[in-house]
């Protein structure tokens, strides 16, 4: 063969070989590229479809910054989908995973994740993810959907919002109302409405889960009523919109103490947002990065505030007996099937600098310590200005070991365990509770394993599985190959469980029944408020891993018996103040 006809054939080869890589999907923004390749999920193959940095809105600078998002106008010519957009301007909070993200306020990006069939049958069920980070950290890029796509056979997509103050904050009028984080994830599930089924997902089965913040913003979206009709299940993992960290309603404080250091003059909300959208983003973000402007604390500044828009109801209200949502918003959140949960470890993630604790792998609690610091702190979160000796009597007692009080060892397994259970477990309760009360399915579980693989922070004295540690289960141990210090391997156990765990997200995606359409032998009952039922995630699963009443007593205590002590205290002190006798027989305080 001459070098000619050689050069040709190789040139014909290699044009074949790269085209038949290349996919094409028409949708309302244009035409977009994207990639086919291999993928080996605990050594079984198969191909997927990736699309990468999809704008799904316009860029959210200059006159669109603090404003809800726009909707992206049609492309000039194809897109070519293989990269990752920018990740959003965040806060660093020692979070990050090091790699070569690149980070903007144009940022409004998606990726979609979808198995290669040989012929397109039936269209898949959708998984939308919200990543976490405490809606002031985080990216889509990080978390690669390849093997959740192939092996649970669903098309997911992982969406970028606005984060921190580009996404959050608030005059509280019109001129800038806010919660434009969640504007955004609604705008990427409109346009996942329009635009899925051409890449093989069916627009009637939508599932949006999410983590940490993610959790908190499905459950936002949840209950934003005209969302009917864009997804049709949510799956929460460690979080919700009732948990304490996920609103802020200091809002004007926050904008106003942020427009003073950014030398804008404050006053009318027109005048402040006039200024600082004149600011460059990196400077906004480098005041409220400042240690020393004191942003950096809980509870967080520039987070989804209580707005009558998209946040009906103040958070710790949330699912809260007596505080009713609107109907609309009941309805349409009952009207969902739901799975919601948390890990073992969720304490963890109370070994951080906001928390007090700077020196994670040393840290042991004293008694004094934890009487005279810690507790105080935590019934400040749990309600806010309450100073009352009896409110923190009750949690002390609750949490001390009382056949060893002094144990330091003990003292912090109950320091951690009091975090997980304020945070995570009473929240949880109420949102499950809540649904339950639907004909809708709902699901609990309780990750309940040991792992050297922690997603966040690692401390010596500390195996169980902490906040986020899920997430690589549920992902299938897919790395980011553009991230550098986020790199799990999974032990042969770990590869088991990581398929299960996929099978059941995806199973609940497809059908809304964690059971079916691939039985795992597992036969998880539903959630309901006098059972409860949930699973009991952990290697070596059986059916007796569905077990009920996992921790129902701390949860108890967080949503029905602490409170009531509340109010009580009030009560008294208002009937002292008030020179009554005793409270009023019908329970109510004297006005």
Same mark, same amino acid.
């Given at each position: #063969? ?22 094409c ?60 957009g ?26 979609? +994740?979808?198995?290669? $069939? ?10 939308v993810?919200?990543? !976490? ?27 970028? +919002? ?8 608030s005059? !509280? ?13 609604? #705008? ?33 979206? =949840?209950?934003y009523?005209?969302?009917? =009709?864009?997804?049709q299940?949510l799956?929460a993992?460690?979080?919700?919109? =009732? ?42 973000? =480098? ?28 958070? @710790? ?15 349409f ?13 969720? !304490? ?17 609690p004293n008694k ?5 610091l810690?507790v ?16 923190r ?50 699901? #609990? +579980? ?20 902490g ?10 141990? $897919?790395n ?8 799990? +391997? ?12 996929? $099978? ?26 006098r ?9 070596? #699963? ?23 002590i ?20 019908? !329970? @109510?305080?004297?006005?």
């Amino acid at each position: #063969m001459n070098s000619n006809l050689f050069k040709a054939v190789f040139v014909v080869f290699y044009l074949h070989f790269v085209l038949s890589d290349i996919t094409c999907v028409k949708t309302t923004v244009g035409l977009i590229h994207g990639k086919d390749e291999d993928v080996n999920v605990f050594g079984e193959h198969s191909r997927v479809s990736k699309y990468l940095g999809i704008p799904y809105a316009e860029s959210p600078v200059g006159e669109l910054r603090f404003q809800k998002p726009v909707p992206k106008t049609p492309l000039q010519e194809p897109l070519n989908a293989v990269q990752y957009g920018n990740a959003c301007l965040q806060v660093d909070i020692g979070m990050q995973p090091k790699g070569d993200t690149s980070y903007s306020e144009d940022c409004l990006y998606l990726n979609i +994740y979808a198995p290669k $069939k040989p012929e397109q049958g039936e269209k898949l069920a959708v998984m939308v993810w919200f990543h !976490g980070g405490g809606f002031i950290v985080g990216s889509a890029d990080i978390y690669p959907a390849d093997h959740l796509a192939v092996y649970g056979d669903v098309v997911v997509v992982t969406v970028n +919002y606005r984060l921190t103050v580009f996404g959050f904050l608030s005059t !509280g009028d019109e001129h800038a109302p806010g919660n434009y984080g969640l504007w955004d994830q609604r #705008m990427a599930l409109d346009w996942v409405n329009k635009n899925i089924e051409g890449f093989g997902g069916d627009p009637a089965r939508v599932t949006i889960f999410g983590e940490s913040a993610g959790a908190a913003s499905v459950i936002y979206q =949840g209950l934003y009523p005209d969302n009917r =009709g864009l997804f049709q299940r949510l799956v929460a993992q460690s979080g919700s919109a =009732g948990s304490w960290w996920a609103s802020n309603d200091n809002y004007k404080e926050d904008t106003e103490k942020l427009a003073k250091l950014a030398g804008c003059a404050t006053g009318s909300s027109r005048n402040i947002l006039t200024c600082l959208k004149a600011i460059p983003g990196e400077t906004l973000l =480098g005041i409220v990065d400042n240690l020393e402007n004191g942003f950096k604390a809980v509870p967080i500044p520039f987070i989804p505030r209580f707005d009558k828009d998209f946040v009906k109801l103040l958070s @710790k209200q949330t699912f809260v007996p007596g505080n009713e949502l609107p109907v609309e918003s009941r309805d349409f959140f009952r009207s969902l099937d739901i799975m919601v949960g948390m890990n073992c470890g969720e !304490g963890s993630l109370s070994l951080s600098p906001f928390f007090g604790v700077t020196d994670p792998p040393s840290f042991l609690p004293n008694k004094t310590d934890f009487k005279d610091l810690i507790v105080p702190a935590i019934q400040n979160l749990a309600f806010p200005g309450n100073t009352d000796q009896i409110v923190r009597d009750a949690i002390i007692a609750e949490y001390t070991s009382w056949e060893n009080p002094d144990n330091e060892y003990l003292i912090r397994d109950e320091f951690l365990a009091m975090h997980s259970d304020f945070t995570f477990t009473d929240p949880l309760y109420r949102a499950l509770d809540y649904h339950s009360e639907s004909t809708s399915n709902t699901y #609990m +579980y309780y990750f309940d394993e040991v792992t050297t693989n922690h997603l966040f922070g690692n401390v010596p004295w500390y195996n169980k599985l902490g906040h986020g540690d899920e997430i690589p289960f549920i992902f299938g141990f $897919k790395n980011a190959d553009h991230v550098h210090d986020w790199k799990f +391997y999974a032990k042969e156990w770990e590869a088991q469980l990581s398929k299960s765990v996929m $099978k059941l997200w995806a199973n609940f995606a497809k059908t809304g029944n964690t059971n079916l359409p691939d039985d795992l032998d597992l036969d998880w009952l539903p959630y309901t408020r006098r059972h409860q039922h949930y699973l009991q995630i952990s290697r070596d #699963m059986t059916s007796l891993n569905v077990k009920q009443r996992w921790n129902t007593r701390r949860a108890n205590f967080w949503g029905n018996l602490l409170p009531s002590i509340v109010k009580a205290s009030q009560c008294a002190r208002d009937t002292k103040d008030s020179g009554q006798q005793s409270c009023p027989a019908t !329970g @109510k305080c004297p006005p």
